[in-house]
């Protein structure tokens, strides 16, 4: 079955630690896309790819980075910097362009211990 | 600033009653709207989306949407709403001019009482 997989499903941080997600899509699509939710306020981008070895900042990139080496693979990592990284995190992807369907992960809680 | 809005944080209706929830967007151009769903600790799915055209679309699930240009809404409907519709719901706005990425309005959850 074609699809987004993200993993792991639970993930937990110590302080000062670099954790990375993962996620990967057999659904040949060239677009993908890293939001992050917290209760109430909706999802929020952080980064963005249209193609390999290209991203672009979201709306809150700050704390966190990724690559795009291969066009099924959109790996994110929560770095130390990021103060306040306890969020269930998506992932999703799109043929391209905006007017595309996104289709989504089942995500990643992320959560400091 | 562009935004999405969606005012009903919660909505709850009895299982068999009409069911709408609001989006209003603030961008100046003819955006692309969108609705997803999603259940607890899950992705989101689309229900329905509108590009040009009619301004009344049909979703999945028995969900319906209506472009209000002069309102800047777009607002999603059931007439009967099922115990299995309980979910969060999110409106997302795109507009070509502000890059190839999506805004979310902050979602309402839909409680279902029997």
């Known amino acids: 079955d074609g699809g987004i997989t993200q993993s792991p499903k639970y993930l937990f941080r110590k302080e000062g630690q670099n954790v990375t997600l993962s996620c990967e899509q057999n659904l040949n699509h060239d677009a993908m896309y890293w939001y992050r939710q917290d209760p109430g306020q909706g999802l929020r981008l952080i980064y963005y790819?249209?193609?390999?070895?290209?991203?672009q900042k979201g709306d809150i990139a700050e704390g966190y980075s990724v690559s795009r080496e291969k066009k099924e693979s959109f790996p994110l990592t929560v770095t130390s910097a990021q103060k306040n990284p306890t969020a269930f995190y998506l992932c999703a992807s799109s043929r391209t362009g905006i007017n595309e369907k996104l289709f989504f992960g089942s995500g990643t809680q992320l959560s400091v211990l | 600033a562009q935004s999405v809005t969606q005012p009903d944080i919660h909505i709850t209706v009895s299982e068999g009653a009409s069911l709408e929830l609001r989006c209003n967007y603030s961008y100046g151009a003819t955006p692309y709207l969108f609705w997803y769903v999603q259940s607890p600790g899950q992705g989101l799915q689309l229900l329905l989306k509108y590009f040009s055209g009619d301004t009344l679309v049909q979703g999945i699930k028995g969900f319906e949407a209506e472009f209000k240009r002069s309102q800047s809404s777009f607002n999603l409907r059931k007439p009967s709403v099922h115990w299995s519709d309980a979910a969060e719901y999110f409106c997302a706005v795109g507009v070509e001019e502000y890059g190839n990425k999506l805004v979310f309005g902050a979602g309402t959850i839909l409680r279902v009482k029997s």
């Open positions: 790819s249209q193609i390999v070895n290209d991203f």
